[in-house]
């Protein structure tokens, strides 16, 4: 009986970690395995890029001392949206989000942690719901590391423009601070001096293997043994 070595073994697991980045939607906070967060609102901010204001870009700095402990597995980011937006099937309509490492001192954007790009196309962001951007593989905050994330439309059009929470001086959960851009020179990462106290409102949660999962990594795991026994 031949069994499906090291490549089938591989395979397997591979499979637990291909899928796309998506959003999600919840008329509700994420309140399970939410790592950090700041849920307090009070403001909004823009995240628009139309032929009148084309190159809005909106993030957020976390600074390591939010960070209890390295929270590993970590799966979506969520977003307040207190004004929403339609946007049509047809055209190109992608959000880009960026996290990674963040130089506090410089105020400058580090290392890519994850890039993922969304495409929106016929899709409604509604008011007052939270949006989760999930990401294509699961990673790791360090407690050591300060980090951000960002997002922006990577193309303007009339319809690319709707409002986000954020905290309005009440955002003394977070350790860092609101980021915005306005340039001409679009793209991300971008550098920017935080808004301290005026935090977007986020949630950070971590995902849990389902039990398909955990059945498929201990096939893995008897095929792999079955390898080295024969």
């Known amino acids: 009986m031949k069994t499906l070595g090291w490549f089938g073994a591989f395979l397997i697991l591979g499979c637990l970690h291909a899928r796309a980045a998506s959003i999600i939607r919840s008329v509700d906070e994420p309140a399970l395995r939410v790592v950090i967060g700041q849920p307090l609102a009070g403001a909004v901010a823009t995240v628009d890029r139309t032929q009148s204001n084309r190159y809005q870009r909106v993030g957020q700095t976390i600074e390591s001392t939010s960070i209890a ?3 590993q597995n970590v799966s979506t980011l969520y977003l307040l949206v207190e004004s929403g937006t339609d946007v049509p099937v047809s055209g ?11 130089d506090k001192d410089l105020n400058t954007a580090g290392a890519t942690v994850r890039r993922e790009q969304y495409d929106v196309s016929g899709f409604t962001f509604e008011d007052n719901s939270y949006y989760g951007f999930t990401f294509s593989s ?34 003394s959960g977070i350790d860092g601070g609101f980021i915005s851009d306005t340039s001409n020179v679009g793209g991300l990462p971008f550098d920017a001096t935080p808004a301290r106290n005026q935090d977007l409102v986020f949630y950070v949660q971590a995902a849990v293997p389902e039990p398909s999962s955990a059945v498929l990594m201990g096939l893995a795991g008897g095929v792999l043994l079955l390898r080295r026994r024969r």
């Open 69 to 71: 402990q390295d929270y």
């Open 92 to 102: 190109t309509h992608f959000l880009d989000l960026w996290i990674g490492e963040w």
């Open 138 to 171: 699961p990673f790791t905050l360090n407690q050591d590391t300060d980090y951000a994330f960002q997002l922006w439309w990577t193309t303007d059009d009339p319809t690319h423009s709707f409002q986000v929470a954020r905290a309005n001086g009440q955002g």
